[in-house]
């Protein structure tokens, strides 16, 4: 038995932004994007095109949403907005995960409550829906999958840890892909942010959680990125190609949403953390060694990775996908990520976290994997 789900409305295509305001159905809404969409006039074309239901801008977003300058927004927001019932999280992944923080108000109206839920401490209250804000995502990048997914990535690089929300209101109401929004887009997060989709992709399929309607979108994300993201990086101003990425992003987002990420998501955030590591590449490098793991637990699992990969058997689809990263100039060699030494320790506690035990050889794994006795 299984089932899929996925609560979200998708507006896609060329030009669809100019959907918003119909979505906003007369509501105002708060602004949450990323201090470059002002340089680059996308700020303005948002404010241009909400007019009087536009009701502010927060746009000091950084990369990996980090309690440390979350907690001013959380409390600004929710002293200055509370009675604005949308938010608009218009940029990456790291702004969409910002935007969910930003949807439930704790009863004290203070960040610090929805840190101690988030770090499981006894003293933190349970979450409440009752006023939570709607969200509707508008990605800027084709990988996150933030925009079809519940979950949100809050980090604490002080404490070295991270944590994940999700509650039942963190889903977005809509998703607007338009890949007009990523013509500008740089050839590094052009990389990584196509990365991180076909890691997210193939993490659906090698996944315990997978059924066919998340393996069918997975298989098809992943194919069509490794056909379309070295041809996009080397013309970024195509807008088929763009349109092409963000389907695929769309699919392997839609995917995920259903089964949760595997082994290499859990071997990422470490490696991000601890070493700098952007998070598409930290995700995406160890993949032909998870997927030489993958192998043989699953009939349904090795055929579809010999199809993604145009492979006879699975040494030449390792090879494959070990070449399509090093063509596009990302190592897989954890050496160069500066972690050689402990790259069994970290696969070892990585298969122990929530996201390891997704991976369908996680048991196998981890006995081959432990040092002996």
């Given at each position: 038995?299984?089932?899929?789900h996925?609560?979200?409305?998708?507006?896609?295509?060329?030009?669809?932004?100019?959907?918003?305001?119909?979505?906003?159905?007369?509501?105002?809404?708060?602004?949450?994007?990323?201090?470059?969409?002002?340089?680059?006039?996308?700020?303005?074309?948002?404010?241009?095109?909400?007019?009087?239901?536009?009701?502010?801008?927060?746009?000091?977003?950084?990369?990996?949403?980090?309690?440390?300058?979350?907690a001013?927004?959380?409390?600004?927001?929710?002293?200055?907005?509370?009675?604005v019932?949308?938010?608009?999280?218009?940029?990456?992944g790291s702004?969409?995960?910002?935007?969910?923080?930003?949807?439930?108000?704790?009863s004290?109206?203070?960040?610090?409550?929805?840190?101690?839920?988030?770090?499981?401490?006894?003293d933190?209250?349970?979450?409440?829906?009752?006023?939570?804000?709607m969200?509707?995502?508008?990605?800027?990048?084709?990988?996150?999958?933030?925009?079809?997914?519940?979950?949100?990535?809050?980090?604490?690089?002080?404490?070295?840890?991270?944590y994940?929300?999700?509650?039942?209101?963190?889903?977005?109401?809509?998703?607007?892909i338009?890949?007009?929004?990523?013509?500008?887009?740089?050839?590094?997060?052009?990389?990584?942010?196509?990365?991180?989709?076909?890691s997210?992709?193939?993490?659906?399929?090698?996944?315990?959680?997978?059924?066919?309607?998340s393996?069918?979108?997975?298989?098809?994300?992943?194919?069509?990125?490794?056909?379309?993201?070295?041809?996009?990086?080397?013309?970024?101003?195509?807008?088929?190609?763009?349109?092409?990425?963000?389907?695929?992003?769309?699919?392997?987002?839609?995917?995920?949403?259903?089964?949760?990420?595997?082994l290499?998501?859990?071997?990422?955030?470490?490696?991000?953390?601890h070493?700098?590591?952007?998070?598409?590449?930290?995700?995406?490098?160890?993949?032909?060694?998870?997927?030489?793991?993958?192998?043989?637990?699953?009939?349904?699992v090795?055929?579809?990775?010999?199809?993604?990969?145009d492979?006879?058997?699975?040494?030449?689809?390792?090879?494959n996908?070990?070449?399509?990263?090093?063509?596009?100039g990302?190592s897989t060699?954890?050496?160069?990520?500066?972690?050689?030494?402990?790259w069994?320790?970290?696969?070892?506690?990585?298969?122990?976290?929530?996201?390891?035990?997704?991976?369908?050889?996680?048991?196998?794994?981890?006995?081959?994997?432990?040092?002996?006795?």
């Amino acid at each position: 038995m299984w089932n899929y789900h996925n609560p979200v409305a998708v507006r896609a295509g060329s030009g669809s932004l100019a959907q918003l305001p119909a979505l906003l159905d007369g509501r105002r809404a708060l602004l949450i994007t990323f201090p470059e969409a002002a340089p680059l006039g996308l700020e303005t074309r948002i404010a241009e095109l909400l007019g009087p239901q536009l009701a502010g801008i927060e746009n000091a977003v950084q990369p990996n949403p980090d309690v440390s300058w979350l907690a001013a927004m959380y409390e600004r927001v929710w002293r200055d907005h509370a009675d604005v019932d949308c938010i608009v999280a218009f940029g990456g992944g790291s702004v969409i995960d910002c935007a969910k923080a930003m949807l439930s108000k704790t009863s004290s109206g203070r960040f610090d409550a929805l840190l101690s839920h988030l770090q499981g401490r006894q003293d933190g209250a349970p979450l409440s829906g009752d006023g939570a804000k709607m969200l509707i995502a508008i990605p800027t990048t084709a990988g996150t999958g933030s925009e079809v997914t519940p979950w949100a990535t809050i980090w604490d690089a002080a404490a070295g840890k991270k944590y994940s929300l999700h509650q039942d209101w963190t889903w977005p109401q809509a998703a607007i892909i338009d890949a007009q929004l990523m013509l500008s887009l740089p050839r590094d997060m052009t990389l990584a942010s196509g990365l991180d989709a076909l890691s997210h992709a193939l993490e659906s399929i090698w996944n315990v959680n997978r059924n066919p309607v998340s393996a069918s979108l997975a298989a098809t994300a992943a194919r069509s990125i490794v056909d379309t993201l070295p041809a996009l990086l080397e013309h970024p101003r195509d807008l088929a190609l763009r349109e092409r990425m963000a389907v695929a992003a769309l699919q392997a987002g839609l995917a995920f949403s259903n089964t949760k990420t595997a082994l290499a998501h859990s071997l990422s955030y470490d490696i991000t953390l601890h070493h700098g590591v952007t998070h598409g590449i930290a995700c995406s490098f160890s993949l032909p060694h998870v997927m030489a793991l993958a192998f043989g637990n699953a009939a349904d699992v090795d055929a579809l990775l010999l199809q993604i990969f145009d492979a006879v058997d699975e040494q030449e689809a390792v090879d494959n996908l070990s070449g399509f990263l090093e063509r596009l100039g990302v190592s897989t060699d954890p050496a160069h990520y500066g972690i050689a030494d402990a790259w069994d320790a970290l696969v070892q506690r990585a298969l122990q976290g929530p996201r390891g035990r997704n991976f369908i050889a996680a048991n196998t794994a981890r006995t081959v994997l432990m040092p002996s006795s």
